[in-house]
């Protein structure tokens, strides 16, 4: 049996607020698809490109960071949503890790000079070395272990 996932989900920092507060993670604008391809005991970490959706106020940090909890999705009317999809989840007491300090280290990050490229999606798998790197800049590094 494989072990654990390693997520990055992208969303504003108010939304990552929202979910931190109420113990849930949400992707995709609550795409059902988007939830439904974590497991319980999976690692997320939230990249908020801006603190609100479509805004302008820049935040390029990671600003969450956890695991997903037991339990299956759950339909949410949660930010107004409609239809929207949730996972409870446990968030650890972490730092916010600035994106321009950790770029260098992420293997993901193939192209540095379009490293925005890599988080238009809302939700992605990453390694385990480059997870355990953003856990490290966050603080919490010792939460997590993997396998080899």
Do not use: N
Not at 6 to 16: N, T
Not at 24 to 50: C, E, I, K, N, W
Not at 94 to 123: C, N
């Amino acid at each position: 049996m494989a072990g654990p996932a390693c997520w990055i989900g992208v969303a504003a920092a108010a939304h990552v607020r929202v979910g931190r507060q109420q113990g849930f993670v949400m992707f995709a604008h609550g795409r059902h698809s988007a939830v439904r391809q974590l497991r319980p005991g999976d690692a997320f970490a939230y990249y908020s490109p801006t603190e609100t959706l479509g805004g302008k106020d820049a935040v390029r940090r990671f600003t969450a960071i956890g695991t997903i909890a037991a339990g299956e999705p759950e339909p949410s009317s949660i930010m107004g949503a409609t239809e929207a999809w949730m996972r409870r989840a446990h968030y650890l007491d972490a730092q916010e890790a600035d994106i321009y300090l950790l770029l260098p280290q992420l293997d993901f990050v193939t192209d540095p000079s379009h490293w925005g490229m890599y988080f238009r999606k809302s939700l992605f798998k990453t390694g385990a070395a480059d997870f355990s790197r953003i856990a490290e800049a966050m603080g919490v590094g010792h939460h997590f272990h993997f396998g080899d």
